[in-house]
């Protein structure tokens, strides 16, 4: 059974930074990439970023690109989110994933492991 443990949420300041961390107990079977997503009180999920595992390529929702930074370890089956300067509205519940392709990673749907997730809250 594989397990996804995000770290990093907490309480932070408008303007500050966080990283958050993302920790497989084992690179899921037939896990070709990684995504972050995340819901905010009575909004949907959406999705935040993504990164392949072998190239490291990267993909990221147009309202945190330039803000956010995903990266990954593969020795350490861990990926990172870098959240730059903070706004209220990045206030979520952030979920990693891991998916089984590389084409699509904004689709929810193609994700088949998920964490259960880290709470972000951003004050103004």
């Known amino acids: 059974q594989v397990q996804l443990k995000e770290s990093g949420g907490g309480l932070v300041q408008a303007g500050t930074s966080l990283r958050l961390s993302c920790v497989a107990s084992k690179r899921p079977s037939g896990s070709l990439a990684m995504g972050w997503f995340r819901q905010a009180p009575g909004k949907e999920r959406e999705f935040v970023a993504g990164i392949s595992w072998n190239i490291g390529a990267s993909k990221y929702a147009d309202s945190v690109l330039g803000r956010f930074t995903v990266s990954r370890d593969i020795t350490k089956t861990t990926v990172y989110l870098d959240m730059y300067n903070l706004r209220p509205e990045d206030t979520a519940v952030y979920y990693c994933?891991?998916?089984?392709?590389?084409?699509?990673?904004?689709?929810?749907?193609?994700?088949?492991?998920w964490g259960q997730g880290t709470q972000v809250t951003v004050s103004s």
């Open positions: 994933a891991s998916t089984y392709t590389v084409t699509d990673l904004a689709n929810e749907a193609t994700y088949n492991y």
